[in-house]
């Protein structure tokens, strides 16, 4: 039993001690709305590759992180859904100001699986009515922008005060899209870099809602100013506005705008 | 399947017990030999992680050690950056999260021991520390191993606080149950499988190997 105590005692001491992994190398830590899921997995592998410079990177909701920077989240780099929280941040003074850039606009999408008999390509927004469907997968519009999107183009169909005990949220939308990939949810409205990715494609169909439909989806970024690694984010964000980083984003159906 | 996921969760685990064997063999002893009237009010307190929603912990922590609070500007005083999204902050979090699971064996083990033996002990002028270490710890050893085994166990499947306080950053915060949360939204489902089946592996051999010395029955195959 002693030797069952010390060994135990043994293994726990070794497996504290261990050194922490990727630590030396040279990286960025990128918070990014969920949105970007696929198509910044791409990017940064890219990236990687060519730089040497290992990207960690978190997926969230543009409000989770909004709050988690806030609190003192040690990230480089925030990729928010929306402009209003990067805007906030440099007014906290958590965001350097002139980083504040544009990377992308959004836009969303009705989404329904491949086999499903709902009309989405007829009927628009109108199609949410149906009795068969009976739960539409949205983002928390709390502190989702893409979830917030959702809900103003339900307004704009005046649709939403009829369906709006239909809505199941997802923490962001990228949960939302699985909700409705997986069949828990019979539609969805989600982002179209997500209906764009490659394994939604192939399972799914999508009807763009007009972006007159909401306000637009004006996504922005910014350095944070705690940043530890300022360099490589600025190499992060150079790639990112390189021709081959835009035809990146512009292949999953974001409208890119011009530079600074 | 995620490694550094993985690596990150078992530092985590093992950092918890081993800091929790420390801090809980101290509660629990206290817990229970002490005789003081109102310590049921400490007792449930030490009880109250296993019916508290991790959410409620978690956004305690939270505003507790985060830069507007008096501890978490002493602490980002003292080291340099703010204890939340950290190993450290997750470290924290999960001691008070896993804390019953550690104190409550530990005392119900320290409780079964003879009374009459520790005040032999004491009588012959033995010392109440050496007392400790010479009779009660070897005869609730069981319990205590179980102690420190649950706690690594409930750590590894921590979720909900680590979801709050972490911030899902690679190799600092990004745990095993993290990892699946995120392979399942990006649409991966081989890899979450991979990686809850690792899990569920690992967690039903932590739990066999604690029934296992729990076995009031020694012989797996008795002898004829």
Redesign the interface.
Known sequence: ?RY??YS??F???F??S?P????AAQEV?VAAA?DL??VF?EITALFEKKTGIHV?????SSGNFFS?IQ?????DLYFSADSRYPQKLVESGHAVASSLYTYAVGRIVLWVPAQSPIQIEQRGLDVLLDPAVKKIAIANPKHAPYGRAAVAAMEQARVYDRVKDKLVLGE?V??A??FV?SGAADIGIIALSLAMAP??KMTGRYWDIPSEAHPPLVQGAALLT?ASHPVEAQSFLSFLQSAEGQAIMTRYGFVVPDKR | MNWIAIGVTVKLAALTSMLLLVIGLGIAYWLSFSRWRWKFLVESIVALPLVLPPTVLGFYILVAIGPHSPVGRFYADLVGHALPFTFEGLLFASILYSLPFAVQPFAAAFDQVDRRLIEASWTLGVSKFKTFFKLILPLSITGVITGVVLSFAHTLGEFGVVLMVGGNIEGATRTVSIDIYDEVQALNYAGAAKTAFFLLVVSYLVLLGVYAMNRKVWAVWPQR
């Open positions: 039993m069952l105590v135990l005692l293994m726990i001491a497996a504290g261990g922490s992994p990727a630590q830590t969920s899921n696929f997995k960690k990177l978190s997926l969230g988690q609190n003192g989240a040690p990230y962001n990228s949960q899209a699985q990939e394994p939604m705690g």
